[in-house]
């Protein structure tokens, strides 16, 4: 064979080599991350219902100590909790030994001290269930069923990020008001029949405040981070200015997602994907109020955007606010175990899911049936934005493989 002919057969042989390497080998290898994120689906949904049972099988830890070793850089609770429901339990079900103001913040709230030391962040009832909040989408006040239905949201999104939550039933008079620190106790007051308090917040009034059925408050409890995870506070990129009249940069510059990404920690690792998961979460659930978002402290961007806070949602199923998205239709990129997971909830499976999750809780029916019919209409639009991602940029560019392992030590 002639030089030149063996030259042209190795040329081709090279060429058949980085064919197989870049459209086979690749494409396996995608394969097998889908083939992942379908199991880890089926083991979502074989989870979905939490029975909160108080048992502990072999363990001698307390529901405190366990949920606490959960907590990672990235995420709060794993994939596999058998003991999800007697943690749970135990928030909706331990005596309360303090009972205080909340932490600072606009909107009312109480911070309970459950027997054991744990702390949980109790939030009343201020809202029926079919109460439709008008006006600004973060409008209105915190509502409690939506701390709870947005928990389960972000176990069947598989993202992991938000403290657990579950409803729970306080007696004012036997449990609270005998704990209670003097500057609790000096908000109380009876109103009619019912015993209400309005406590210490940004917006906290006495002539607004949250009353009990008698003296039965219905409320959510939300577990708190352990200590040795303190929190760092960073503003919203996308954050609102609430002013009227004055808009912030990303409503009116295309670009400004170019300017995110020049800027840290969003000019490398997971940040702006996490930021970008969130605006899924948040247009699904309906809250337009995150101007701030929590990470661990000196976590130099690699932690992840913890989804505290969620109880401004929930508030108008009618109301579908788009510019909850722009992150995701400005920045054009999406994780694809996020792609994935959300294309498995089509076709009527996310409300079915999330009212599954529900189903158990203290307070349940945690949301009415038109907020779910809101959810599964919300997932068309963000699926609807990806593809135009995806029409005009390509999935290449697109979709983002950003798997991280999370250590539990």
């Keep these: 064979m002639k030089l030149k002919q063996r030259v042209v057969l190795l040329a081709i042989l090279l060429v058949i080599f980085i064919f197989t390497k870049v459209f086979l080998i690749d494409n396996l290898d995608t394969s097998a991350a889908n083939r992942e994120d379908q199991r880890a689906f089926q083991r979502m949904l074989a989870g979905l219902r939490v029975a909160l049972d108080p048992r502990l099988e072999h363990t001698l830890q307390s529901p405190w100590e366990i949920a606490a070793q959960w907590v990672v850089p990235r995420e709060v609770y794993p994939e596999d909790t058998p003991e999800l429901g007697a943690v749970m339990h135990a ?132 577990l708190w981070l352990p200590d040795v995870w303190p929190l760092q506070k960073h503003r919203h990129p996308w954050g609102r200015t609430y002013r009227e009249g004055k808009l912030a940069r990303w409503e009116y510059d295309e670009s400004y997602c170019d300017a995110v990404k020049k800027t840290s920690p969003y000019d490398s690792g997971p940040r702006l994907l996490d930021i970008i998961d969130t605006a899924i979460f948040d247009y699904l659930i309906g809250n337009a109020d995150r101007h701030h978002y929590e990470s661990f402290q000196d976590d130099e961007g690699a932690s992840m955007l913890i989804l505290l806070d969620n109880a401004k949602s929930f508030g108008n199923p009618a109301l579908d606010e788009r510019s909850i998205l722009a992150p995701l239709y400005q920045c054009c990129i999406i994780r694809v175990s996020t792609w994935n997971r959300l294309n498995y909830l089509k076709n009527g499976v996310l409300k079915s899911a999330l009212k599954s999750a529900m189903s158990h809780d203290p307070i349940s029916p945690v949301l009415s049936d038109p907020h779910l019919d809101a959810l599964d209409q919300r997932l068309l639009s963000i699926l609807a934005t990806v593809k135009q991602c995806t029409d005009q940029f390509g999935p290449d560019v697109v979709l983002v493989e950003d798997r991280m392992t999370l250590s539990h030590l």
Excluded: W
């Excluded at 054991?116 to 069923?145: L, S």
């Design 91 to 222: 928030m909706t079900t331990k005596k309360i030994v303090k009972a205080d103001v909340g932490y600072k913040g606009t909107q009312l709230k109480a911070l309970l001290i459950l027997e054991g030391g744990q702390k949980v962040v109790f939030k009343p009832k201020r809202y029926a269930r079919d109460y439709i909040v008008e006006g600004e989408p973060y409008a209105g006040y915190d509502r409690h069923n939506a701390e709870v239905a947005a928990f389960h949201l972000d176990r069947i999104l598989g993202f992991r990020r938000a403290p657990l939550v579950v409803g729970r039933f306080v007696n004012l008079r036997t449990e609270i008001k005998p704990v209670a620190t003097e500057q609790l106790l000096g908000t109380f007051m009876t109103v009619g029949n019912n015993t209400c308090f309005y406590g210490k917040c940004y917006y906290c009034r006495e002539t607004e405040p949250a009353c009990a059925d008698g003296d039965i408050m219905e409320g959510s409890v939300t």
